[in-house]
């Protein structure tokens, strides 16, 4: 009787390295148990969507509808493309044009250029760097209200410590905020001295990131403090240097704050209005919210375009 009871335990006992057969609502327990380590990052993630989707999405949306849009005592109707043929007609458009391309063009000489190089110079330092990162970022803390009524009182024609440091070399003074050919290189030392130190520390970060094997090489090989910059330095910065080139451009063709503060916006005989400032004219000034809404519209499309242009030509230059 015992043989029988022994080859029945050894039927029914699973051989080793084989489990027994799966539960059917495993795969439902495993489905929760990764929805509960995940509820917290999905809930993050869904909230940061909606503030995305409200705060950004939703007014380009919004700005794309009142720019086919018009509205005439409380009645809102569609207007096809006046708007905008509205906004090309006006004389201030290629003026704002203008002036936002100089705008662009000098700030990209003075705030792509001087981080660049100040970021050089404090690479060399090997003491005291901690004091001079946070002195050279110290006009980015400060409030941009602040940094620019700074500077208008630093270009005051009469007291002004800019004039004052031109009659310490006997030079002429000058009327900075006041002249057609001052006043928009004023309103970019300005835009300059408040914003380059963002791109001072990322230039440094990627400087010194340079294996200091390549720059021994180049002194071995007989190079200069130059050469080494032009050969080294900047090779294993270019994906920096681009992505920065790209940002600044973006940012410096959306400026505001400086010409509004510096010289109320439109400036001596118009020469520091500039594409977002006719925005704010039209919308806040004028209440023409459709003629504002197609000049923004007209930004974006440029600013997207030359975006794309610009990562085609990285691509290209990569490949």
């Known amino acids: ?70 509205s005439e005592n409380g009645k809102t109707t569609w207007a096809g493309w006046s708007n905008l043929s509205y906004v090309v007609n006006d004389p201030a458009f290629w003026q704002a044009w203008r002036n936002t391309l100089l705008f662009t063009g000098l700030a990209l000489l003075l705030g792509f250029l001087v981080p660049f190089v100040v970021a050089v110079v404090l690479n060399e330092f090997r003491h005291g760097q901690g004091y001079l990162r946070l002195l050279v970022y110290l006009p980015v803390m400060l409030p941009p209200v602040a940094s620019v009524l700074l500077f208008k009182y630093f270009y005051d024609p009469g007291y002004g410590l800019f004039n004052r ?27 300059t001295w408040m914003n380059m130190g963002g791109a001072t520390l990322i230039y440094l970060a990627a400087l010194q990131s340079i294996p200091g094997e390549l720059y021994e090489a180049a002194e071995l090989d007989g190079a200069g ?30 400026v505001f704050t400086e010409p509004f503060l510096l ?6 005989e118009g020469s520091t209005t500039t594409v977002v400032y006719l925005i704010y004219q039209y919308a806040f000034n004028f209440n023409n919210y459709g003629s504002a809404a197609a000049l923004g519209l007209v930004l974006l499309v440029v600013l997207a375009g030359f975006s794309a242009v610009y990562v085609r030509l990285s691509r290209s230059s990569e490949d």
């Open 1 to 70: 009787m015992s043989a029988p009871t022994l080859s029945t335990s050894k039927a029914t006992r699973p051989r080793h390295g084989h489990p027994g057969p799966a539960r059917p609502n495993s795969a439902r327990e495993e489905f929760v148990r990764a929805v509960r380590r995940n509820i917290s990052a999905h809930g993050f993630l869904i909230g940061a969507v909606l503030c995305f989707s409200f705060f950004s999405w939703y007014p380009m949306v919004r700005e794309f509808i009142l720019a086919f849009q018009k």
């Open 165 to 191: 440091i031109l009659e310490v070399f006997h030079l002429p003074a000058q009327q900075w905020l006041q002249s057609t050919d001052t006043a928009m290189l004023s309103v970019v030392i300005a835009a």
């Open 225 to 254: 403090l130059l050469r080494k910059v032009w050969h080294v330095t900047i090779p294993q910065t270019r994906l920096i240097l681009s992505l920065l080139l790209l940002m600044q451009i973006i940012a410096t063709m959306q």
């Open 263 to 268: 010289t109320n916006g439109a400036g001596p």
